[in-house]
């Protein structure tokens, strides 16, 4: 039997939550979009064409904001593609994934699928083919309240009030040679600073997130970061950070050891836009919008990233994601909330079919993957301030990031609801874990919930046929003493305890 203890005291907090940490992203890519999110014609479809089973699908998720158009397919978007009639919409290539695209699905269907779902949108601009001046008038289409060519045409397209979006993105991975009009740090630092400063000038309530690295591991890492903060650290709120997860070594404790990368890419992110601020004397604070984040490394095949042909809507990157999948999401959640004095918005990429928390099938059914499941109880329930987590437990080397922890950890006070939220990752394979918490500061708990997503068959999916093999299952394996509680989490276990006081 192992042992692990938890401190947590009421009065050391790491920050307030900002709920903007629990966003998605939905990217005109493969079938997010088209036969995802909206599909004229399906059984469920309303008259704008949305999926009711995935809207259903989606409340249920929760998440509170959702990043669009892309992704790559930004960097070659006109946004005035996808406003006005519908079969006035040019048809065009899409240069990201060799699609083509309908511009069926533009910017006032997805303001008004983000209504019907109860989430803020996250508009980008595209500051790849294009520049500062089309991005300060898409702000105009979207937030200005009328009077102009733009907040009229706004108007005249069925949109009398302005849809008042207050989070943009300036461009998407613009640091990748992949990129429709890849730009070195000095080519987008000062292309995004300009950008941020007209797009400001029409509507000074915005937030702009400028790009990091696509992700840690580029070539450029750092010293990107430190040159496009040299040049909008004024003008902008946030840097941007991606990171997919893989799964090199096939092996589960490597693959959870990418929780502890994920932790070092957000205090290094951070560390340099600290940086950038003492050269300046600067007492601003960057936050972070870790705007693209998921597993993906079972769907990274050419044929995964585009089909012959110029089709509509392909079947692109759908990775199928299984048990070990969700332990790492639910360890990715922990980093976050972690994180939170600086990440202040995140995006679980992407929200359906492509790199999906939800499946669907044209015409068909839809179905929660096993990642939708911790992002859930996260999303659902981390209300209030984040703690400071004290973990003692045994460790274990890694090839990945050295020397590290058996348990994960994080834990939300919610004084209005008098509840501590704990989320806990278990990566010990083999033997159960007997955690204790203790409880400092607090009143007694009077009650405990619990709730833990495990199984012996780490590769177990869920599919049509069975939707829920994955799901989480309530335990009693707990105690409750005066001041602490004794948990017992079975090996390789995300593990949601809810503890009322
Ligand atoms: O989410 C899939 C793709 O991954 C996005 O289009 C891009 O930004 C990232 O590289």
């Keep these: 039997m192992n042992k692990a203890r938890i401190i947590l005291d009421s009065d050391f907090a790491v920050s307030e939550v900002d709920r903007r940490l629990f966003g998605v992203f939905v990217e005109h890519l493969g079938r997010c979009v ?14 704008n064409g949305f999926r ?10 929760g998440p509170t904001i959702v990043r669009y158009p892309g992704g790559n397919f930004l960097s070659g978007y006109n946004w005035e593609d996808g406003v006005g009639p519908v079969d006035e919409r040019p048809v065009r290539l899409d240069l990201a994934w060799l699609s083509t695209e309908t511009n069926r699905f533009g910017t006032n269907e997805f303001i008004e699928w983000c209504r019907a779902a109860g989430i803020e949108p996250m508009l980008g601009v595209n500051l790849g083919t294009r520049s500062p001046d089309e991005a300060r008038e898409y702000v105009e289409y979207c937030n200005h309240p009328g009077g102009s060519h733009w907040s009229d045409r706004r108007a005249t397209h069925g949109y009398r009030e302005p849809h008042a979006v207050k989070f943009w993105c300036l461009g998407n991975e613009m640091d990748g040679p992949w990129q429709i009009c890849h730009k070195t740090a000095t080519e987008y630092g000062r292309v995004a600073k300009e950008a941020a400063k007209v797009m400001k000038w029409v509507d000074p309530s915005i937030q702009v997130a400028a790009c990091g690295s696509s992700h840690r591991a580029m070539p450029t890492f750092g010293a990107w970061e430190q040159e496009v903060m040299e040049h909008t650290f004024e003008e902008v709120d946030f840097l941007s950070l991606h990171m997919y997860y893989q799964n090199p070594y096939n092996d589960v404790r490597e693959f959870l050891a990418n929780i502890e990368i994920m932790d070092r890419f957000i205090n290094e992110a951070v560390s340099v836009c600290d940086a950038v601020a003492a050269k300046r004397r600067s007492p601003k604070r960057m936050m972070l919008s870790f705007d693209e984040w998921n597993v993906w490394y079972k769907a990274r095949t050419d044929e995964d990233h585009s089909k012959p042909g110029w089709p509509v809507a392909p079947r692109l990157i759908e990775e199928n994601y299984d048990l070990q999948d969700a332990l790492m999401v639910g360890g990715a959640l922990i980093v976050l909330l972690n994180n939170s004095d600086r990440v202040k918005a995140a995006c679980l990429a992407q929200l359906v079919n492509v790199i999906g928390a939800i499946f669907t099938e044209p015409g068909g059914a839809a179905w929660r993957q096993t990642i939708f499941h911790p992002f859930k109880l996260v999303a659902q329930n981390a209300h209030g301030t984040v703690l400071q987590t004290k973990v003692q437990s045994t460790q274990f080397e890694t090839k990945t990031a050295g020397p590290i922890d058996n348990i994960v950890a994080s834990a939300v006070h919610n ?14 394979t083999a033997d159960s874990v007997d955690l204790s918490i203790e409880l400092r500061g607090f009143p007694q708990s009077k009650a405990c919930e619990s709730l833990e997503i495990a199984g012996s068959d780490l590769l177990l999916t869920n599919t049509a046929q069975r939707p829920d093999a994955v799901q989480p299952r309530e335990t009693e394996n707990f105690s409750l003493q005066p001041n602490s509680i004794i948990a017992k989490l079975r090996p390789l276990s995300w593990n949601f305890l809810s503890l009322s006081y």
Excluded at 34 to 47: L, N, Q, R, V
Aim: hydrophobic share 40%; proline share 5%; glycine share 6%.
């Design 34 to 47: 088209y036969t995802g999110i909206f599909e004229p014609g399906h059984p469920t479809a309303d008259k």
């Design 52 to 61: 009711h089973d995935v809207l259903d699908l989606v409340r249920e998720l």
């Design 415 to 428: 004084a209005n609801q008098r509840k501590v939220i704990l989320f806990v990752l278990s990566r010990e």
